[in-house]
């Protein structure tokens, strides 16, 4: 990813909604993007001239750059949540995984 400026990370926090999520894990609410989304319902912002899906762009925020091609999951399986604490890395196996695991896919 194009290294973040200040002026992304202003940007990017000014589209997070921190206070209204009907979405809740482990007690808390999620904090939703509320910015432009994918038809899948992730979060996406423009970084220089490249769209970047919202959590990435909160994990690297947060903890720094995502090496190996790894996937930043949600443990909330909110895809507009961008809390850094809601999000984890992992392969794509680990994903599917993970949605095995919560009876999000069959088979």
Same mark, same amino acid.
């Given at each position: 990813?194009?290294?973040?400026?200040?002026?992304?990370? @202003?940007?990017?926090? %000014? =589209?997070?909604?921190?206070?209204? #999520?009907?979405?809740?894990?482990? /007690?808390?609410?999620?904090?939703?993007?509320?910015?432009?989304?994918?038809?899948?319902?992730?979060?996406?912002?423009? @970084?220089?001239?490249? %769209? =970047?899906?919202?959590?990435?762009? #909160?994990?690297?925020?947060?903890? /720094?750059?995502?090496?190996?091609?790894?996937?930043?999951?949600?443990?909330?399986?909110?895809?507009?949540?961008?809390?850094?604490?809601?999000?984890?890395?992992?392969?794509?196996?680990?994903?599917?995984?993970?949605?095995?695991?919560?009876?999000?896919?069959?088979?």
């Amino acid at each position: 990813m194009n290294i973040l400026t200040q002026k992304d990370i @202003v940007r990017f926090w %000014g =589209k997070v909604d921190k206070e209204k #999520s009907t979405t809740f894990y482990n /007690g808390t609410r999620c904090w939703e993007w509320v910015g432009r989304h994918t038809a899948k319902g992730y979060g996406q912002m423009d @970084v220089g001239s490249l %769209g =970047k899906q919202a959590h990435r762009i #909160s994990w690297i925020i947060a903890y /720094g750059e995502i090496h190996g091609g790894l996937f930043v999951c949600h443990h909330c399986d909110n895809p507009a949540c961008v809390r850094p604490n809601r999000l984890f890395l992992g392969t794509n196996q680990d994903n599917m995984n993970d949605m095995k695991m919560k009876g999000r896919k069959i088979g």
